[in-house]
């Protein structure tokens, strides 16, 4: 049984790609703060809504799904009900695995994941992490819960805070651009949703372009950049604009903010 406590957005996310994956909603429970989110979630997907106190007595693996800010009055809540030989699993941004095992039972394997919102078209992109108590068979069930709605990366805890700012936000960043390139797309006259499907096919033919080919992205870019062409031009304005500084200081910015979201 997997539960997931704290079915927000995330949460829900998650909740839907496992059920796609093949897993019987009878397999899956969850909890929320809201009555009627609960009843939205059961009738939308037929999955238990319990408490966070039945979930941790009930449930082989739990998945942590709350804000960080939340995360210590979940653990101060569940701990007393947490039995043995559970796995339990955080997804909350910041959140580091000392953190959860310190206010669980003594040993629990702990798994940190930041993953992000195209799990709801199974192209997430997971990073997962073992806390000291995890090991490889800890990781390998963490993996097969994610690897169904995307790609599952292992790396070091230490880069989590990194991995959140750049895959966990970064969808927010290709929507914040294709938002721009629709309005220039206006700009130039083009009816809006002409300029959408072009900016959405184009970006859906360079991601997979960019995974296919093996190439590096200068060599794809330099591809479409003719000397004293029209694609030039504009990178000539993207660099005279700092674009890229702006890029690098914006994940940065959000690798703090998620610094200061866990500590606070």
Known sequence: MIAILGAGKMGEA???GV??????PAELMATVRREERGALLRERYGVQIVTNVEAARTAST??????PQDMGALLDEIAPHVPSGRLVISMAAGITTSFVQDRLPADLPVVRVMSNTPVLVDEAMSVISAGSHAGEE????AEELLSPVGKVLRIPE??????TALSGSGPAYFYYLVEAMVDAGILLGMPRAAALEMVIQSAVGA???LRDSG???VLLREAVTSPGGTTIA???ELEKHGVRAAVLEAIEAARDRGRELAGG
Do not use: N
Not at 62 to 67: F, P, S
């Open 207 to 209: 991601a997979v372009m």
């Open 19 to 24: 059920l796609r994956a093949g897993r019987r």
């Open 138 to 141: 800890h990781l390998k069930l």
């Open 234 to 236: 504009a990178i000539r």
């Open 62 to 67: 739990l998945v942590l799904a709350v804000k």
């Open 215 to 217: 190439e590096h992205p």
């Open 158 to 163: 230490s880069l989590q805070d990194a991995a």
């Open 14 to 16: 998650l909740l839907s």
